[in-house]
């Protein structure tokens, strides 16, 4: 039994193994010719747009992987290959281990009524109905009655702290409440699966932090299976469990935030990350040393702890500091002089 | 040299206009000359066409009827029959939405079949008029408020205490049964269009045609398979309103961000689901305003088809025009427009009305309004009841003014007419005849004498210089099917008649629009002042001219003149009004003046909306002008008319619309190529 739970937990909700989408008439021909060899270049002198190229990754349940890269990397391509929007041009994309491409229409419609949700950037909620109507209306669709869905609507209202405002239309809200509409909707069918295409793009900067804030209470609560896509590496550091950087199509790293700024793969990435204030993202864990019996203080820090948060009393206390785990095990020894070199140096 | 001619549009134009001007005079004036004239190649499509109508309607697949009559069975061809049935459904709903508003009870006894007609105490009255009158008032109030309520009521009082109650009934039974019908037909289209590539460009063609084809065109052909009458009036309309409603489906559906579409799927809907609960309710504004577009053209069309028997408002205006009856005519003529206006602004109202979900109201609250309506009519069909005791000589006037017996002011209007052909005769008199002689003759003269060969220099050479070798033999293509029939002739009197009004029209429309434009008062005022233009039906815009300048080409060019004029101002303004501010704010910080400005900047950005404007300029004009055959001119238009009273007049009415259309379409890709070109050029999308 228990093996069946962790071999049940070891399957990726989402498992992509090399995903093309190219744009164009002849996308497929193209393709099989090349022999998996895509250059963008190529391919656009023939009239075709590289969208997704040779993208492979797992995503595990409950974990977050954000993606990142410039306008036109393909991005929100890359998404729409897994909710199926578009079709893969090749590829193999496993949900929950089973094979997406090959659903017929049906299938798709189920995935989609019960385990999918997404979020869209310009918020696309249906001008015609009303808050609560907009957050029942994918119940609806799966054919829950007007009262169930309405009550369940209800509960997601509540939970994205839009209540009072149920009978509201899109137009008569804020870029921020419509956003919370729209997260409300995709929840609302309960979605293991949650796609964010830039979800805080649209709005100001206050409310953006204010919508992470509430979105990363909402993910502590809730602890789905999220793709998220944005430009801000800011709010990709704050949440992401792994980072995917992509160019042209290409994913050129994937990796956790703090070994994407420390390791950065190509000259790509740390032009990404070279404006990144590491204390803000780095832990104590990454720039600790070996534990050091003689040479270290009674004060001690998590090494969990991001730098930034601990900076200002490391410095103040001028000895080596202790680093423990969240089991209150020594595991290194901290010298504020790294501090200061993290912040202030190279 | 050359080069430089490859760079420089206006040398091209210029060197293609001296092209023209040599062959227009070198190539001599003779009828066997294929430089002059292109022989009658296509003489037979006409024939074709009645041909094929012929045995459409007598001959093809004919099947065996029982005839209860004869007691045997005949063999009726299967496209009479449809169109039959279609008659005769169309003709029962007519009848049926008349008989609610002007008593009756044909309907009711061709269900009962003739028996209850035997009772003399069966007798089905209609609404009485106040209480149609109470009803719009408070349609209008529900809408939108006491102003309409006001506009509408008010509106019809005035068209029942003048005496046109019936014939506006009988109008607007058309329209109401019309409508919906060209709304269903539209939405199905438009939707079917959206859904599938293949069906919206073959789609694409034949609304083209169908838009541009003059509206008398339209019905010769139906008279033919439809009869006379009011069925036929009500198929020419439909025929008529259904492209624009087409069109603004597609459009309003298109136009979905493709988010709202994929947040549907996200949602789990299927095609169905998809179509009925995002994709209309989405684009309900714009199918709504498709919705008065098809409420206006019905309109328009059923007047024009008192041509074909429809009864109606149409019908009396024609009689009154023909008997030279202009205050009638007047009279009848504003009748026309007021019920223009109300059905516009009921419509757009209703269009703009937002739901109101909040509300957690009972029945009673929710139909309030209605069950007023339905005391109210109840308390004036008694009070109309009692009142008939009140009135001699039969007439109850206040449950239904009958023809001709409301107040009137013709003779007034008419004793203005004196007043003003008596007083200003010398004047107008001598401006019809300088217009005449001096420039409309000469004008046809100079379009009479051209060449064959250098119209078609002019034309696939423009088209050649804006829009490359694919213009040019659209462009050819259309203008050959036209020389190559026997009609050359009168297509170029059509095709002078239009020119003159799309210039005027043209500097006029841009002149006011850009005076306009300069201020936001007066730029919303120069817009209402065309769309309340836009609304009444072209028809009426005969009345006036021939007033003032009987029935000569003077009065075609003025109806024509400023029925082509409202598209120009309105594109003018809005091209100029959207140059974004800050362009022009960069303008003024560089120290240009005023006027500067406008040319420098503002023209140039607004050019090719302003082009857009010409072109549906030239369409308006071009349908006026033929129009104008009702007053009498010798173009094209007078022989559609003509056809319309010649026993094999479908083929060539048919043929001669959709020359019409192709001189319609050429112009339309000349303008549209140049100025999508222009707009690329200009980075405006
Ligand atoms: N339907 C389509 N047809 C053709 N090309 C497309 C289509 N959709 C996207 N592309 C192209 O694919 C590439 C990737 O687009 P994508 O929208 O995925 O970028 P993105 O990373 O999401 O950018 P952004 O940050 O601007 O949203 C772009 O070059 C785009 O032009
Ligand atoms: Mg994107």
Redesign the interface.
Known sequence: MSQLIEEKNSTPVIKCESVYKIFGNNAQRLLENSNGQVDAKTFQESGCIVGVNNASFDVMKGEMMVVMGLSGSGKSTLL?CI?R?TEATSGNIFIDGEDLLSMN?KQL??L???K???V???????????VI?NIA??LQ??GMTTQDSMSKALEMVELVGLKGRE?Y?PRELSGGQQQRV?IA??LA?EPDIW?LDEPFSALDPLIRKEMQDEFLRLQGVLNKTIMFVTHDFDEALRLADKIAIMKDGIIEQLDTPDNIVLNPATEYVKKFTEDVPREKVLKIESIMDPYDSNNSGSKQVSKDAIIETLAESILNSKEVLTVIDNKNQIVGSLNPSKVIKVIFGK | MLTDLKNSRSKQFLLLFISFLLLYFFVPEDENSLLWRLPPLLKGIPLLINNFLDNLMFKWFTIPIWDPDWQMYEDKPLFRLITRSISDFLLFLIIFIREIFLGGLQTIGSLTGDSLKAYKWVYLPALPWTAVVIGLFILGYKLKGIGLALIASLGFFYVSIFGQWEPTMETLSLVLVTAPICFVLGLFFGILGYLNKKVETSLQPILNVAQTMPHFSYLVPILVLFGIGDHAGAVATIIFATPPMIRLTILGLKKISPEVVESGLMSGCNRFQLLFKVLIPTARRDILIGVNQVIMQCLAMTTIAAFIGAKGLGFNLKVALNGLKIGKAAEIGICVVIIAVVLDKLSLAWANKQKDYFANLNFYQRNKAFIFFVILTIILAIIAYFSAFFFDKGFNYLYLIPFNKGLTIAPILDAGIDWIWETFFYYLNAFNKFLITYVLFVMRDAYLGMPVISTFVLVMGAGYIIGGIRSCLIVGALILFIALSEYWNRALITAYMATFAVGISAILGIVVGSICARNEIAAKFILSVCDFFQTFPSFIYLIPVILLFGITDTSVMIAAIAYATVPATRYTVEGLRSVPPALQDAGSMSGVSNLQRLISIEFPLAFPHIMLGINQTVIFALFMVILGALIGTEDLGQIIMGCLSRPNGAGIGLTLGIFVSFICLAVDNLIRTWADERKKLLGLN
């Open positions: 729409r909710s929007l229409n419609i189920e989609r009524r019960n999918m949700g997404m869209f950037q310009s918020f696309a909620l249906l001008p015609h109905k009303t109507e209306f994918p669709i799966k009978n239309f729209g909707r995709s069918v796609f």
